[in-house]
């Protein structure tokens, strides 16, 4: 029988004990989302991030800027929260419209407001094992294992995906954890052999129960960060979800695919539950260690 890998157990755990650090300081953490335009799915994500904060007693304030914002301007409302002082951590919420310069944007965002890890001086830090906000899915991923007390010293790590909010940092992250890791990609050659080969598997690659029972060392460990919304019937019964399909006419799966990992793996993060909610909770962590940060230093 394999053990499911709870996220909310542990966002539960980590929200609690960033409670107190809050009380403590002069005037409550503030982080800023900047949302462009009505993405639906973007919306969501958004409310529930300025819940939690409030819930927490952190000030979340979200500035709405248009669909139809242009870099310069997306620059300049950057730039003011750069400069503001009850404002401790700034997000810009991905994507953003096609005509914008994300990574202008985004490297626009001062390190030390950056709740989201990525800025290229923080992800320096990162590679040299040094403090600085982390990039709060992968991190979360490392406190969900921790809690779990799942070994990752010695043990051989493969992380399947390797963008530059997920793969990388959670690949560097297992890396200070003392994991043997490699990383994989659309051009691996023989995907289904490296990752049999792991004891912890990763998988974030966007794609629909990609990683099946031949990707899947029996007794592995194995974090699903993918979020794929299924729309056809027969997939969704395909992949064990046809209840859930016939009442709501959609589901959630992963990248992994779910009746194939509930059979071989050992434990397993499930999706939805599993890696969703400790994003949230490493973005309110980010936010309070950098007010931290500034009222110390203040
Ligand atoms: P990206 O699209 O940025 O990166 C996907 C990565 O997967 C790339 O490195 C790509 O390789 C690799 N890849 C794609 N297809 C294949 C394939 N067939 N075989 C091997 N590798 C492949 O995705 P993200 O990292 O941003 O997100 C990954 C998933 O995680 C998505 O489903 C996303 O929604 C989800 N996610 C969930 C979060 C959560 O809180 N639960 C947070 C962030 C993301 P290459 O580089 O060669 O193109």
Do not use: W
Request: net charge neutral.
């Amino acid at each position: 029988m394999s053990q499911i890998l709870h996220g909310l157990a542990v966002q539960t755990e980590i929200l609690l004990h960033l409670k107190p650090r809050i009380q403590k300081l002069s005037r409550p953490p503030g982080l800023a989302v900047v949302l462009v335009g009505h993405d639906p799915a973007s919306e969501i994500y958004v409310r529930s991030k300025v819940k939690t904060c409030a819930e927490l007693g952190i000030l979340g304030e979200t500035v709405r800027p248009p669909e139809t914002a242009t870099t310069e301007e997306l620059l300049a409302i950057v730039e003011g929260l750069n400069r503001r002082q009850d404002i401790d951590a700034i997000m810009v919420q991905m994507p953003l419209p096609g005509h914008v310069d994300t990574r202008r944007v985004l490297e626009a965002v001062a390190a030390d407001k950056d709740a989201d890890g990525f800025h290229p001086t923080n992800v320096g830090y990162l590679v040299a094992g040094r403090p600085a906000p982390r990039a709060c899915t992968p991190a979360g991923i490392i406190e969900l294992l921790k809690y779990y007390g799942i070994p990752m010293a010695g043990q051989h790590a493969v992380v399947l995906g390797r963008s530059d909010i997920v793969g990388k940092p959670m690949a560097l992250m297992l890396l200070h954890e003392n994991a043997t890791v490699t990383i994989c990609h659309s051009r691996t050659r023989n995907l289904p052999e490296v990752c049999c080969q792991a004891d912890l598997l990763v998988a974030a690659i966007g794609r629909t129960a990609f990683v099946t029972e031949e990707f899947i060392k029996p007794g592995a460990t194995v974090i699903d960060v993918g979020i794929n919304r299924v729309t056809d019937a027969a997939e969704a019964a395909r992949l064990g979800r046809a209840e859930e399909f016939a009442s709501k006419g959609k589901t959630v799966v992963g990248d992994v695919h779910p009746l194939d990992m509930a059979r071989v793996a050992r434990a397993y993060t499930p999706v939805p539950g599993g890696v969703g909610p400790l994003t949230i909770a490493m973005l309110m962590t980010n936010t309070v260690e950098l007010a931290e940060r500034h009222l110390c230093s203040a």
